[in-house]
């Protein structure tokens, strides 16, 4: 789902618009298509490089994440957290 033509348009059209109120907005086209350009291979790296899976993972059962609670004393101060691994 998150692979699909659509998201792929979105990405180029908002690298686009980016690119674009630079260069012609500000009158500097080098600098607009540079942007342009480094933002739509930027959004394409986080598109083909983002877990897919993590939600069936999560709400399946016996899955292999696990929620491990973390409790740290430092000076003055308690601290709680949640850590997960999968």
Request: hydrophobic fraction near 45%; charged fraction near 10%; proline fraction near 5%.
């Amino acid at each position: 789902e998150r692979l699909g033509f659509v998201w792929h348009a979105a990405n180029f059209g908002l690298s686009a618009l980016a690119g674009g109120i630079i260069a012609i907005g500000f009158h500097h086209p080098v600098s607009g298509v540079t942007q342009g350009v480094s933002s739509f291979a930027l959004g394409e790296a986080q598109l083909f490089t983002q877990p897919t899976r993590l939600e069936t993972l999560a709400t399946t059962p016996n899955s292999a994440m696990r929620y491990l609670p973390q409790l740290s004393l430092e000076s003055r101060c308690l601290r709680l957290g949640l850590r997960g691994t999968f």
